[in-house]
């Protein structure tokens, strides 16, 4: 299967900072999403990007599917960003790989 | 249009006693997919299913766990004879076609077992 590496595993923000996490995969893909785990549990869809940039308010992302990264940004951080920032891949399968996240703490 | 909704949303069974995990893809969705994620872990993929077809089982334990997406009604995970190791968060995803399609997740039901 596809390797995923999610880095950093771990950041710690203050209230109004931007971050960049990143997400390496091991081979091609056609599918890429970014998704939140709050602190309850539940996966929030963010961005499905197989390739170039979007925006959706204060987060973005970025997919270079050619060198198999994407990179999440989080601007001006909130508390209610904390949680688990999770990237998934696909290929021609039936599966998403996920990474093993990057967890984020976002303190007032 | 409601999400992929997915009941119980806790289940609490005693070791030896048979879990049964339901999810209800979106409107529209054929496509049914399900992961576990064990604590402090990323999702694993267990099973895919179209209406009434096994897809792709590749994931599932070999033994005690089945799956299945009658034409009618939700898609059910069952796992017979639980045991401890089984405590994990079972999440359901739905697509509206198969390959690209983004997928969309429901809560998750936490099993525990005692």
């Known amino acids: 299967g596809i390797q995923v590496e999610q880095s950093p595993p771990d950041l710690i923000l203050q209230e109004g900072a931007n971050s960049t996490l990143r997400c390496n995969f091991s081979?091609?893909?056609?599918?890429l999403q970014w998704f939140h785990q709050n602190p309850w549990g539940q996966l929030i869809n963010l961005f499905y990007?197989?390739?170039g940039t979007k925006q959706n308010g204060r987060l973005s992302a970025t997919t270079v599917a050619t060198e198999r990264y994407s990179l999440l940004y989080i601007s001006s951080s909130q508390t209610t960003d904390s949680g688990v920032y999770f990237c998934?891949?696909?290929?021609?399968?039936?599966?998403?790989?996920f990474g093993t996240g990057t967890s984020l703490t976002v303190i007032p | 249009n409601a999400g992929v909704m997915q009941n119980p949303r806790h289940l609490v069974r005693r070791r030896g006693q048979e879990a049964r995990l339901r999810c209800s893809p979106m409107?529209?969705?054929?496509?049914v997919y399900w992961y576990r994620q064990l604590p402090e872990e990323g999702l694993k993929f267990m099973v895919y299913?179209?209406?009434?077809?096994?897809?792709?089982e590749s994931g599932m334990p070999k033994e005690r766990f089945s799956a299945e997406f009658p034409k009618e009604g939700p898609s059910i995970l069952r796992i017979q004879q639980v045991v401890r190791g089984d405590s994990a968060a079972y999440f359901c995803?739905?697509?509206?076609?198969?390959?690209?399609?983004?997928?969309?997740f429901g809560p998750g039901t936490r099993l525990t077992v005692t």
């Open positions: 990007i197989p390739s």
């Open positions: 299913l179209q209406k009434e077809n096994i897809i792709d």
């Open positions: 409107k529209g969705h054929s496509h």
């Open positions: 081979d091609s893909v056609n599918n």
């Open positions: 998934a891949v696909r290929n021609t399968g039936n599966q998403f790989y």
């Open positions: 995803a739905s697509s509206p076609v198969r390959g690209l399609g983004e997928q969309y």
